[in-house]
């Protein structure tokens, strides 16, 4: 699937737009030689980013980059220190059970004991360990 951008003075405006929509816009247009207010665009995914980053307003932008085609830039910063403390306040409020270990590195909450992986089990507090889920 082939994408093409609008540009106005030479910056990218609008959204991206399929071939198909461009080959109709613009009879006759010849893609090989485009004109100085259509660039070729390429999507570039939206990134996975770490559990103590956020995405920024606007969260992708349009860029033209050296080889003159244009992409998706992705726009995330690390979590400061308070809004870092803050998401880690949240896991500590929602822990599931007294004897589970906070992983505050990977934000997740971890059992004393490793679920077994043979059947559904159900963690017990009381005996600290996994039980049989009985149907």
Request: with cysteine; net charge negative; aromatic share 14%.
């Amino acid at each position: 699937m082939n994408l093409y951008i609008l540009l106005q003075d030479g910056q990218p405006i609008n959204h991206p737009m399929l071939e198909t929509n461009v080959l109709m816009v613009f009879p006759g247009i010849d893609l090989n030689t485009l004109p100085e207010n259509i660039c070729k665009f390429n999507r570039v995914q939206k990134p996975s980013i770490g559990v103590y980053q956020v995405f920024e307003e606007p969260e992708v932008t349009y860029e033209i980059k050296e080889d003159g085609v244009c992409y998706d830039v992705w726009h995330y910063r690390d979590m400061t220190a308070e809004e870092k403390q803050a998401k880690i306040d949240i896991l500590v409020q929602n822990k599931p059970y007294p004897s589970w270990v906070i992983d505050t590195e990977n934000y997740t909450y971890n059992p004393p004991v490793t679920m077994p992986t043979d059947g559904n089990y159900y963690w017990d507090e009381a005996s600290l360990s996994w039980l049989v889920f009985q149907e």
